[in-house]
């Protein structure tokens, strides 16, 4: 029986989703002949609420100098953190003396708002492709894994932070009381830790088992934040619900007894149990949810093949490796996947391996079906395409298999 990361109990799979590659290794045919694939279960344990992979690969093989996917691709989530660079400001009075960390800055999106005003900050990116686009933007970046032992490295070197911010990253780490006891030392006593990740309350509801992937190591909630916080001398002192990544929350964390605790921590975790988070039942479903979705949406793609109508993907995500995998979704049923990023162009996808082209050429595709794989930017994607989807149609599978 696996071991839980986070309080070391025991604790039970609710789903076993077989082999799978790296999410996010687009390449070439010839890296793929002999592609990496491990394991992926997730599972609950009932002791400390944390939903997490029962095995994930090593951090070298997801995070490194060829890491394909570009925080800044979307206009959406530069606004979004925008919006986070003025909240942390407001929140800790920040002027020209203050300092901020930001552990995994990917390509600076939210750096380089404190960068413009002039607020001295750190990034901390494993990944050494997006790190330099950090870099380009002035931003003092380290090129590695954040951990409790890079952070006593910090901590000879600059000041306490005033804040200490984490934007779907700390999800990421399997060794989460190294990268809390890191933080611990690292923060300012009257400072924040704030971070967001993808939502479990939101995966739940929505059935979006395709947050599910390598790099997705724990889906938290405000039950299993709040007791990771106790078990280092911190404290959840607020919540607060994002849109991003189809329902995010946001965590703000402080030394223990030096802030308010604000009513929403208490509201949060009461819905929580009212939904059941706290209880190894719960997850009996969405096993059972996915597999709807997957025989609905695998009966339609046959369907319309079989009617010989034209169906390519948008936006070659990490999710989507979980979808195509899962389901069995090949070159067969999708033609390609059209993405904006350069690095996974004329690339294949992971696993199944469907053609990724570029951007450009979508709207000389000319497809009768447009399969979504970035649903978590529909609303910014479909408000973009749509002079062009005017005689298409979208098919999306978030919550459930649809045609719009
Ligand atoms: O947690 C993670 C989040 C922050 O980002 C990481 N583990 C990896 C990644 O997850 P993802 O790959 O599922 O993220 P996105 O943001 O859903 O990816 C969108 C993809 O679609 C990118 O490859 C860019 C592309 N795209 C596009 O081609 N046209 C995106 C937009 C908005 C567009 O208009
Ligand atoms: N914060 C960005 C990037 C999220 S992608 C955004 O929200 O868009 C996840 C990022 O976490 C990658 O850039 C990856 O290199 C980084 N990462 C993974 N492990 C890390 C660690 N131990 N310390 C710091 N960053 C890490
Ligand atoms: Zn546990």
């Known amino acids: 029986m696996p071991k839980c990361l986070v309080c070391n109990s025991n604790f039970n799979p609710f789903v076993n989703f077989g082999e799978m590659p790296i999410a996010n290794n687009f390449a070439n045919l010839n890296e793929l002949i002999s592609e990496y694939k491990f394991t992926m279960q997730v599972g609950f344990c009932e002791s400390c609420y944390m939903v997490q992979l029962?095995?994930?690969?090593?951090?070298?093989?997801?995070f490194h100098s060829n890491y394909a996917f570009y925080s800044s691709t979307s206009e959406y989530m530069k606004q979004h953190f925008q919006r986070f660079y003025t909240q942390i400001k407001e929140k800790q009075s920040l002027s020209s003396k203050s300092f901020v960390i930001e552990i995994g800055c990917n390509d600076g999106i939210l750096l380089e708002n404190f960068i413009n005003e002039n607020i001295s900050c750190l990034g901390i990116e494993p990944s050494k492709n997006v790190?330099?686009?950090a870099i380009s933007k002035n931003i003092n970046v380290i090129n590695d894994f954040f951990d409790e032992s890079l952070a006593k490295k910090i901590a000879g070197?600059?000041?306490?932070?005033?804040?200490?911010?984490?934007?779907?990253?700390?999800?990421?780490?399997?060794?989460?009381?190294?990268?809390?006891?890191?933080?611990?030392?690292?923060?300012?006593?009257?400072?924040i830790f704030v971070f967001e990740d993808p939502y479990l309350g939101e995966v739940i509801e929505k059935n979006s088992f395709d947050q599910i992937y390598d790099e997705h190591v724990f889906l938290f909630s405000?039950?299993?934040?709040?007791?990771?916080?106790?078990?280092?001398?911190m404290e959840l002192i607020d919540?607060?619900?994002?849109?991003?990544?189809g329902g995010s929350m946001r965590y703000f964390i402080s030394h223990e007894g030096s802030k308010e605790i604000s009513e929403n921590v208490g509201k949060s975790i009461a819905n929580e149990k009212s939904l059941g988070l706290h209880r190894n039942e719960s997850f009996n479903s969405f096993g059972l949810n996915i597999n709807k979705i997957k025989q609905d949406l695998v009966a339609l793609l046959k369907k319309l093949k079989k009617q010989g109508k034209k169906i390519v993907a948008y936006g070659a995500t990490s999710k989507s490796t979980t979808v195509t995998n899962y389901f069995g979704i090949g070159p067969e049923l999708i033609e390609c996947i059209f993405d904006t990023t350069p690095i996974k162009q004329n690339k294949f996808s992971p696993g199944v391996h469907i053609p990724i082209l570029p951007y450009e050429g979508f709207h000389k595709s000319n497809p009768?079906?447009?399969?979504?794989?970035?649903?978590?930017?529909?609303?910014e994607i479909m408000s973009k395409?749509?002079?062009?989807?005017?005689?298409?149609?979208w098919i999306t599978y978030i919550p459930e298999v649809k045609i719009t």
Not at 164 to 189: E, R, T, W
Not at 239 to 245: F, K, L, M, R
Request: aromatic share 8%.
């Open 54 to 62: 029962v095995e994930q690969p090593d951090r070298e093989r997801m």
């Open 131 to 133: 790190a330099d686009i």
């Open 157 to 191: 070197e600059f000041k306490k932070a005033d804040a200490i911010m984490s934007a779907n990253v700390i999800c990421h780490i399997p060794y989460i009381h190294s990268i809390f006891s890191g933080v611990k030392l690292l923060l300012d006593q009257e400072g």
């Open 222 to 233: 405000a039950l299993s934040v709040s007791k990771i916080c106790k078990m280092h001398g």
């Open 239 to 245: 919540v607060e619900p994002q849109v991003t990544h």
């Open 368 to 379: 009768d079906y447009v399969l979504l794989f970035a649903w978590n930017h529909a609303k």
């Open 385 to 393: 395409e749509k002079s062009y989807m005017k005689d298409k149609k």
